[in-house]
């Protein structure tokens, strides 16, 4: 379906349904074919059904349809304050900021959904507080209360600004709204904001002036640590393993090697590849190789395929873990330190490696030439 062709919703109630029979979801609450069809059916004359359908869409990554469904639904004469119009300025808004139809041009997608997410961002939610509930059906989580809409709307917000991405670059009004979403700390506000607050305040490559490559920000790492503790209350993984990280290093805290290894193991046995990879280089350095090798390992193992297209794709913060998790297994390998692992995949960890960050990997040999 491109924008060009008019939305048949019956058409595209079974599409989804095809979609659905051939890729089942045992999850409990995923929708029955015959569900899916209804919605859409219902969509013809039932906005609430329509923004449902639009959400399928989105789960589905159907974005270009999901877009003119929300499209149609703005251009309704709504009430003042619907609960309907915030929910779909804000799904448009990430679609589009995203450009994740990518039929247009990515700049002008960027700076409408930009805008879009603006309108949510300055919303008083208060005036939503008496709204009744909107109905959701089987398989949908139905549309989200205004607080919550509000305050990933000023997330979202801040992150552009400190981005430049659909707005100027201006890190000062970027934290500002970081600030709003944040809620000082507490459940009510954005987990993603206190981490975004964490890094910001830890980052020693930020310019002061962002013509003035010379004069950079000084690192406020004491606040950074009380906005990664936020968060990782907040259940922000990411902050959980910084927190190690400035625990470890003393940092903004006082250093707390113990407290610093229980905050990388919780978010290390969540997934989190720095957490991993900074535990699997702990045991190392304790000469427990094979301890080492098995942390390190669940984050090569899967990258041992990856392409240099990916690679590109990744923030620097993320190549940098990567290349220092694939140096570090293939030099325990190649020195017959913990599990073994054939030839060919160690040299590929190599591989990975400098392609993930070469000056990682020139400081690596640097240190590691001294053992």
Same mark, same amino acid.
């Given at each position: /379906?491109?924008? @060009?062709?008019?939305?048949? +919703?019956?058409? /595209?109630?079974? !599409?989804?349904?095809?979609?659905?029979?051939?890729? $089942?979801? $045992?999850?409990?609450?995923? $929708?029955?074919?015959?569900?899916?069809? #209804?919605?859409?059916?219902?969509?013809?004359?039932?906005?609430?059904?329509?923004?449902?359908? =639009?959400?399928?869409?989105?789960?589905?990554?159907?974005?270009?349809? =999901?877009?003119?469904?929300?499209?149609?639904?703005?251009?309704? #004469?709504?009430?003042?304050?619907?609960? +309907?119009?915030?929910?779909?300025?804000?799904?448009?808004?990430?679609?589009?900021?995203?450009?994740?139809?990518?039929?247009?041009?990515?700049?002008?997608? #960027?700076?409408?959904?930009?805008?879009?997410?603006?309108?949510?961002?300055?919303?008083?939610?208060?005036?939503?507080?008496?709204?009744?509930?909107?109905?959701?059906?089987?398989?949908?989580?139905?549309?989200?209360?205004?607080?919550?809409?509000?305050?990933?709307?000023?997330?979202? *917000?801040?992150?552009?600004?400190?981005?430049?991405?659909?707005?100027?670059?201006?890190?000062?009004? %970027?934290?500002?709204?970081?600030? !709003?979403?944040?809620?000082?700390?507490?459940?009510?506000? &954005?987990?993603?904001?206190?981490?975004?607050?964490?890094?910001?305040?830890?980052?020693?490559?930020?310019?002061?002036?962002?013509?003035? $490559?010379?004069?950079?920000? !000084?690192?406020?790492?004491?606040?950074?640590? &009380?906005?990664?503790?936020?968060? =990782?209350?907040?259940?922000?993984?990411?902050?959980?393993?910084?927190?190690?990280?400035? +625990?470890?290093?003393?940092? %903004?805290?006082?250093?707390?090697?113990?407290?610093?290894?229980?905050?990388?193991? @919780?978010?290390?046995?969540? %997934?989190?590849?720095?957490? #991993?990879?900074?535990?699997?280089?702990?045991?190392?350095?304790?000469?427990?190789?094979? !301890?080492? *090798?098995?942390?390190?390992?669940?984050?090569?193992?899967?990258?041992?395929?990856?392409?240099?297209?990916?690679?590109?794709?990744?923030?620097?913060?993320?190549?940098?873990?990567?290349?220092?998790?694939?140096?570090?297994?293939?030099?325990?390998?190649?020195?017959?330190? %913990?599990?073994?692992?054939?030839?060919?995949?160690?040299?590929?960890?190599?591989? +990975? =490696?400098?392609?993930?960050?070469?000056?990682?990997?020139?400081?690596?040999?640097?240190?590691?030439?001294?053992?």
């Amino acid at each position: /379906l491109t924008m @060009a062709e008019p939305l048949d +919703l019956q058409r /595209l109630g079974e !599409k989804l349904s095809t979609w659905l029979s051939d890729n $089942p979801d $045992p999850a409990p609450e995923s $929708p029955a074919e015959e569900q899916l069809l #209804e919605q859409c059916l219902k969509a013809k004359q039932d906005p609430v059904a329509k923004f449902i359908v =639009a959400s399928i869409c989105i789960n589905r990554r159907l974005y270009i349809q =999901a877009r003119v469904l929300l499209e149609q639904l703005l251009r309704l #004469e709504a009430q003042d304050r619907l609960l +309907l119009e915030l929910n779909c300025q804000f799904q448009l808004g990430v679609i589009q900021f995203d450009n994740l139809c990518d039929d247009q041009d990515e700049g002008a997608a #960027e700076k409408e959904g930009f805008l879009l997410m603006m309108k949510v961002a300055e919303t008083d939610s208060r005036v939503y507080h008496n709204t009744t509930n909107t109905p959701f059906v089987k398989g949908n989580q139905g549309m989200m209360d205004a607080d919550t809409l509000v305050v990933n709307a000023q997330y979202n *917000v801040g992150r552009a600004y400190l981005l430049g991405q659909g707005a100027v670059k201006n890190d000062d009004i %970027g934290v500002t709204w970081l600030l !709003k979403a944040a809620r000082d700390g507490t459940a009510a506000g &954005s987990f993603q904001a206190m981490n975004e607050l964490g890094h910001f305040y830890g980052d020693n490559t930020r310019r002061l002036k962002e013509d003035d $490559p010379l004069h950079l920000r !000084k690192p406020d790492y004491k606040e950074a640590y &009380s906005w990664h503790v936020f968060a =990782a209350k907040n259940n922000s993984v990411d902050s959980m393993a910084t927190l190690g990280l400035l +625990l470890r290093d003393g940092k %903004g805290c006082k250093k707390d090697t113990v407290a610093a290894l229980k905050w990388l193991r @919780a978010a290390a046995d969540l %997934g989190h590849d720095t957490a #991993e990879t900074e535990l699997g280089i702990h045991y190392f350095n304790m000469r427990l190789h094979n !301890k080492a *090798v098995q942390w390190l390992r669940r984050v090569v193992d899967p990258l041992l395929d990856v392409t240099n297209a990916d690679i590109d794709d990744m923030p620097t913060r993320m190549r940098k873990t990567r290349a220092r998790a694939c140096w570090y297994t293939a030099y325990c390998l190649r020195q017959g330190l %913990g599990e073994s692992l054939r030839p060919d995949q160690a040299t590929r960890a190599v591989e +990975l =490696a400098v392609l993930f960050d070469k000056a990682e990997v020139a400081t690596l040999q640097k240190l590691l030439a001294t053992w």
